[in-house]
C-alpha cells in the first residue's frame, strides 16, 4: 500500500465519524465510566478510594479497549511517575522501568495475584513484553514501597495486570485485527509492515465457567539501531523485524456458593533480530518463551475469606550474537493469605508468600561452537518465604490507618523485617471529598541470581539493598466528575547494587554512597458537557540526589507530562488526543572505537497521538490511530530508533 491509498484510507475513515458525529444516527444511550471508586493493591480488601491511604492509578478496560496496537508498556508509560524506557522504539527493543528514580529490580509485576518474574535476567524482573494488551482487563499501579504485602522488591512501585475473565453467556467471542506502518522519522513510505491479531472465546455453562484466547504480532519496516550523530560510515541499517503469540486458557468451577477455583496455563514467546549496540548494526537474533501454569482458590466466610494462588514458570532466552547464550530458568510462587473484617472497621490480612527459583545458563566464544553450561541449577538458586501482616482501620468519621510488617526469609540471606505505617484523613462537604495522606515504608530486594553467579562478572559477596520511602500528600475529589492528587515522595537506598569498572576489574559491586530520589507526581482527571468530554494530566518532577552514581540517572527525566482530551461526539462515536512530553536526559554508551564508555545528552521531545472509534453496529467497531503526528525526531536510548509518524487502522467483532 503506497502513501498515497494509504492516507485517503485514514481521511476516509475520518470523514465516517464526522458525518456520524454530525447526524447523530442510531443514537444509543451508552453508560459512561465515573472516575473509580474501588482500589485493591494497597490492602487486597475492596475499599472506597476515600478510605485509602495512597493515590493508586487503575487503567479501565475502557482504556486498554482505546489503546490497542499499542503495547503494554507503552500504556503504562502514560502513568504519573512511571517512565518505561524503550516502549516508543523497536518492538523487541529491551525495555528500562524507571519509576520513582528506581530501576526495574525494584518494581514488582504480577498477575492475576501472583508475582511474575525471570530469575536468569539481569534484574530477575519480568519481561513486560511477553505480555498481550489484548488479554488484559484492567491494571492497578501502587506507588512507593510495598514490601509489606508483596514481597522483596517492591520499593518504587507494584503493577498489578489483572486478565480478561469469562462472560456470562454460555459462549461469546471477540475478534480483533489491525494494519499499520511500523517506520521512523526519516522513512516514511506508509508501507503496511505491522500486523496484530487476537481472538477468544469464552463462556459460563452452569457452574463452570472458560476461556481461551490466542494473539499474535508482527513488525518489520524499522531497524533497532540508528547511527550515531556525526557518524560519516554510511552504514546501510537493516530492518530488525519482531513476532510474538500467546496462547492462554483459563478454566473455573463454582464449588459452592462459597468456594471457588479456577485453573490457568499460557505460553507467550516472541523472536526478534537486534543490532550490535549503540549506533552499531549487526545480525544478531535472540527468542524467549514462558510456559506458565497455575490455579487460584477462594472460600468466603462470614466477614472474612482465605485465597490460594500460585503459578509455576519455565522460561528460555536463546541469543544468537557474536557470543551466542541461552538460558533457562525455573521459578514457582504462591501467596496463600486470610481476609478478615472485625467490626466493619478493622480489616486484617494474615498471609505466606513464597517463591522458588533456579536457573541454567549455557554460553560459547563465538557463533557455531556447541554452547557450554556456566551457571548450574544447583548453585543459582533461591528460596523465600514471607509471613505477613497488614491491618487498616476506617474509623467511620474520616481517619484511616494502614499498617504492616512482613519477615522476609531468605535461604541465602537469612531474616529481614520490613514494615509501613499509611494514616489518611478524608473530609467529606457536600457531594466533595478532600483526602490527605501520608506513608512511611521500607523495602528490602536481593540481589538477583544472575548478579551473584553470572562468570566472570558475578559477586557471591553482595549485600541486598534497603530502601525507605516517605510520602505525603493530597487528593480532592469533585463530585465524582474530577479528580487532583498531589503527592510528594522522597526515597533512600543503601547498598545500591551496580555494574562496576575500577581497578579490580568489571562486575556487580555494592556502592557504599546513600543515594536518594525525590520528586512530586501531580494528576488530574476531570469530566464535562454530561461526560462528553474528559480530561487527563499528569506531571511528574524527579530529582536525583547522587554525585557517584551518575548510573541512577541515565535515562530518567526530570520533568515529565502526559495528557489526554477525549471526546464522546456521539453514544457511538469517540475521538481522542494525546500529548507526551519528556525533557532531556543524560545516557551513557559504550564506544566500540574507543572502548570507553562515554556520557551523552538525549534531547527533550514531545509526541502529538490521534485516536477515533466507530461503533458500525453494537458488535462492530472500527478505528484508526495516527501516531507522533509531527514526526517528531527524538531518541529513548542513545543510538537507537524510535517511531516516526504512523498509522493504523483496525476491527473489533464481538458475538
Given amino acids: 500500500m503506497n502513501k498515497r491509498k494509504l492516507c485517503s484510507a485514514v481521511l476516509a475513515l475520518w470523514g465516517t465519524t464526522v458525518v456520524f458525529a454530525q447526524e447523530g444516527i442510531l443514537r444509543e444511550k451508552e453508560k459512561i465510566n465515573e472516575l473509580e471508586e474501588v482500589v485493591i493493591s494497597d490492602s487486597k480488601f475492596k475499599l472506597k478510594r476515600e478510605q485509602s491511604g495512597k493515590v493508586i492509578t487503575k487503567i479501565i478496560a475502557q482504556d486498554l479497549e482505546r489503546s490497542q496496537g499499542q503495547s503494554v508498556a507503552a500504556v503504562l508509560d502514560r502513568v504519573a511517575g512511571i517512565e518505561l524506557n524503550g516502549s516508543s522504539s523497536v518492538a523487541g527493543q529491551n525495555l528500562g522501568y524507571f519509576i520513582r528514580g528506581g530501576r526495574d529490580r525494584q518494581v514488582v509485576i504480577r498477575v492475576d495475584g501472583i508475582t511474575v518474574s525471570d530469575p536468569s535476567s539481569i534484574a530477575g524482573n519480568y519481561d513486560l513484553r511477553l505480555l498481550a494488551i489484548d488479554q488484559v482487563q484492567e491494571i492497578e499501579i501502587l506507588k512507593g514501597a510495598s514490601s509489606t504485602l508483596y514481597g522483596s522488591g517492591a520499593a518504587t512501585a507494584v503493577i498489578n495486570i489483572i486478565s480478561k475473565s469469562a462472560g456470562k453467556s454460555a459462549i461469546s467471542a471477540q475478534f480483533s485485527s489491525s494494519i499499520g506502518t511500523n517506520q521512523s522519522q526519516e522513512d516514511q513510505g506508509y508501507d503496511v509492515t505491522e500486523f496484530i491479531n487476537a481472538a477468544s472465546i469464552h463462556g459460563t455453562v452452569g457452574k463452570m465457567n472458560y476461556k481461551a484466547s490466542f494473539s499474535n504480532h508482527y513488525a518489520d519496516g524499522l531497524s533497532a539501531a540508528t547511527p550515531l550523530e556525526g ?70 466466610y462470614p466477614n ?81 518465604i514471607d509471613p505477613y501482616l497488614n491491618l487498616v482501620y476506617t474509623s467511620g468519621f474520616g481517619l484511616n490507618i494502614n499498617a504492616g510488617g512482613r519477615l522476609n526469609t531468605h535461604s541465602a540471606y537469612g531474616t529481614h523485617f520490613v514494615y509501613s505505617i499509611n494514616p489518611s484523613y478524608s473530609y467529606t462537604f457536600g457531594s466533595h471529598t478532600l483526602k490527605g495522606l501520608a506513608s512511611y515504608s521500607t523495602a528490602y530486594i536481593t540481589p538477583s541470581l ?118 464522546q461526539c456521539t453514544p457511538k462515536t469517540f475521538t ?54 509531527t514526526n517528531e525526531a527524538y531518541q529513548e536510548v542513545i543510538g537507537f530508533s524510535t517511531q516516526g509518524r504512523n498509522v493504523r487502522l483496525g476491527i473489533n467483532l464481538s458475538f
Fill in 231 to 300: 557518524d560519516t560510515s554510511n552504514t546501510r541499517f537493516e530492518n530488525d523485524p519482531f513476532s510474538k503469540y500467546n496462547v492462554s486458557a483459563k478454566l473455573g468451577y463454582q464449588i459452592t456458593e462459597n468456594f471457588k477455583c479456577h485453573v490457568f496455563g499460557n505460553l507467550d514467546r516472541y523472536t526478534n533480530e537486534f543490532d550490535q549496540g549503540s549506533g552499531a548494526e549487526g545480525q544478531n537474533k535472540s527468542s524467549s518463551e514462558q510456559l506458565r501454569a497455575g490455579s487460584y482458590w477462594e472460600y468466603t
Fill in 304 to 384: 472474612g475469606s482465605f485465597v490460594f494462588a500460585d503459578s509455576y514458570a519455565l522460561l528460555e532466552r536463546v541469543f544468537e550474537t557474536d557470543f551466542p547464550s541461552k538460558s533457562e530458568s525455573r521459578v514457582y510462587t504462591f501467596d496463600a493469605y486470610t481476609k478478615y473484617i472485625f467490626f466493619e472497621k478493622l480489616h486484617a490480612v494474615l498471609g505466606a508468600n513464597g517463591s522458588y527459583s533456579d536457573y541454567n545458563d549455557f554460553s560459547a566464544n563465538e557463533r557455531g561452537q556447541v554452547l557450554t553450561q556456566t551457571i548450574n541449577d544447583h548453585q543459582a538458586d533461591f528460596d523465600i
Fill in 450 to 567: 544472575f548478579q551473584l553467579y553470572a562468570p566472570s562478572f558475578g559477586n557471591e559477596t553482595l549485600e541486598p539493598e534497603e530502601n525507605a520511602t516517605i510520602e505525603g500528600g493530597i487528593e480532592l475529589s469533585f463530585a465524582k466528575k474530577a479528580r487532583v492528587s498531589v503527592v510528594y515522595f522522597s526515597r533512600e537506598e543503601n547498598n545500591f547494587i551496580d555494574f562496576v569498572t575500577d581497578s579490580e576489574g568489571s562486575g556487580y559491586k555494592n556502592v557504599t554512597d546513600q543515594f536518594r530520589a525525590e520528586g512530586v507526581e501531580v494528576v488530574w482527571n476531570a469530566k464535562c458537557l454530561n461526560d462528553k468530554l474528559a480530561l487527563r494530566a499528569n506531571y511528574t518532577y524527579t530529582k536525583i540526589d547522587s554525585d557517584l552514581l551518575a548510573s541512577k540517572r541515565v535515562r530518567i527525566p526530570e520533568h515529565k507530562i502526559n495528557a489526554t482530551l477525549g471526546y
Fill in 576 to 629: 481522542s488526543v494525546s500529548y507526551q512530553f519528556t525533557e532531556d536526559r543524560k545516557d551513557q554508551f559504550f564506544n566500540t572505537a574507543t572502548f570507553v564508555s562515554e556520557a551523552v545528552q538525549l534531547d527533550a521531545y514531545g509526541v502529538l497521538d490521534f485516536y477515533a472509534s466507530h461503533k458500525i453496529i453494537d458488535n462492530f467497531t472500527i478505528y484508526a490511530t495516527i501516531t507522533n503526528i
